[in-house]
């Protein structure tokens, strides 16, 4: 719908054609999605809002929609099924280890998903950790998922190199990410777990973006040692996660991504700064 209202079909006929629908359908839905705040409507004829037009158009490069597809997964729905449950046991009632389960499919679709998401932090997060961009830089993608973090940061330098580590599986939709983005000839993998393989050494930057929040303390404090011993004499290691306020209970994105670690992991938890 969208879409379609993007291309210039904006009356509810144009759209019943485009859309393969009834024209009381949408035009009831797109009314609807005016007074929700999703679209605009003048003389009869419906509009794109800046947010829908960004973030629902699938023409545009900031598209998100396909994010549905992780975020209503059946293992992330399913985690929340018997609450009373999940916090009586104080973790996930998934099988094996819910979202940390070796090569779990549900990272192929997060890779090919979040993508657009994560492009604007990515590329905040690349001028923030590299000043120097004209610098040699060898940079460590830890759960690289869609690669894009280490990707931005081998486009800002042209003398960077990534190693991007995940499983196999999901390291394909990294690997095609540093095509598009024409850095591919700088963009090397190793696939499998982030506590069993071998980093390497020598390593000015080693990210660590959105994944230290799925485990426990004692677990990120040994994962953290290892990236310690990869890094360079004067190496940086590099996170970004979800931080709430030493009060857990603000802001209030972070301090609720605690639930989602309840239900989904065995141990997971999102960390205040001082953790």
């Known amino acids: 719908l969208f879409t379609a209202i ?10 019943a054609l485009s859309c393969g629908a009834s024209e009381r359908g949408m035009r009831i839905l797109s009314d609807y999605l005016v007074v929700m705040g999703f ?26 929609a396909d994010a549905i597809e992780f975020f209503l997964s059946p293992l992330l729905t399913d985690g929340f099924r018997d609450v009373t449950a ?16 070796p090569d779990h499919h549900v990272w192929v679709k997060f890779a090919r998903a979040m993508a657009p998401m994560t492009a604007v932090p990515a590329k905040k997060m690349a001028r923030l950790v ?25 486009r800002r330098n042209k003398q960077a190199e990534v190693v991007a ?21 700088r963009y090397s993998t190793i696939p499998g777990s982030a506590f069993a393989v071998d980093y390497g050494r020598g390593y000015d930057l080693i990210l660590l973006t959105n994944f230290l929040h799925h485990f426990d303390m004692t677990t990120c404090e040994r994962l953290l ?51």
Request: aromatic share 6%; charged share 25%; with cysteine.
């Open 6 to 15: 993007g291309q210039g079909h904006e009356t509810s006929q144009a759209l």
């Open 39 to 64: 679209l605009r409507k003048k003389r009869g004829r419906y509009g794109l809002t800046v947010d829908s037009a960004m973030l629902l158009d699938r023409r545009s490069p900031g598209y998100l």
């Open 86 to 101: 999940v916090v009586r046991k104080g973790g996930t009632l998934l099988p094996e280890a819910g979202t940390i389960t």
């Open 130 to 154: 590299d000043n120097s961009p004209e610098q040699k830089l060898k940079v460590l993608d830890v759960a690289a998922s869609h690669g894009m973090y280490g990707i931005e940061i081998a």
């Open 165 to 185: 580590i995940d499983w196999e599986c999901v390291l394909a939709v990294a690997k095609e990410n540093a095509l598009k983005a024409g850095i591919d000839n």
């Open 225 to 275: 040692e290892k990236v310690h011993a990869a890094l360079a004499q004067h190496g940086r290691a590099v996170t970004v996660d979800f931080v709430p306020d030493a009060d857990r209970v603000s802001p209030p994105g972070p301090a609720a991504f605690c639930m989602t670690m309840l239900g989904t992991t065995p141990n997971g938890d999102a960390y205040t700064y001082d953790e």
